[in-house]
């Protein structure tokens, strides 16, 4: 069965840097795309970044283009985020997800796998 593993989450200062990792396991990376999302006490979920290697893309929402970057390791079946110049609006548990489908933006229905999610907590 499909599993996603999400971790690397913590509490950082203002300005720090985090690395989220997604380990996948049940799915082969050529034929889903891979998405990171986050929702915040109280606010709608909402897509940050995603990877498709088949065909490359990348896709980031406008609030961190510039200071998130994700990427991946076929090797380990494992998707990163790594987040840099965090503020403290991007407090939030971060969801890794899985979708079979092309997409060009990030519409929740279309990932079918979800992972657990892990907690980031940037201070002022």
């Known amino acids: 069965e499909v599993q996603l593993q999400a971790s690397g989450g913590g509490l950082v200062q203002a300005g720090g840097s985090l690395r989220l990792s997604c380990t996948a396991s049940?799915?082969?990376?050529?034929?889903?795309?891979i998405g990171w999302f986050r929702q915040a006490p109280g606010k709608e979920r909402e897509g940050v970044a995603y990877?498709?290697?088949?065909?490359?893309?990348?896709l980031y929402a406008d609030s961190v283009k510039g200071r998130f970057a994700i990427s991946t390791d076929s090797a380990k079946n494992t998707v990163y985020l790594q987040m840099n110049d965090l503020k403290p609006e991007d407090t939030a548990v971060y969801y890794c997800a899985a979708s079979p489908f092309s997409i060009s933006t990030m519409t929740t229905d279309l990932f079918r796998f979800w992972g657990q999610g892990t907690q980031v907590t940037v201070s002022s």
């Open positions: 049940g799915l082969t990376f050529g034929n889903y795309g």
């Open positions: 990877i498709n290697t088949n065909p490359g893309m990348t």
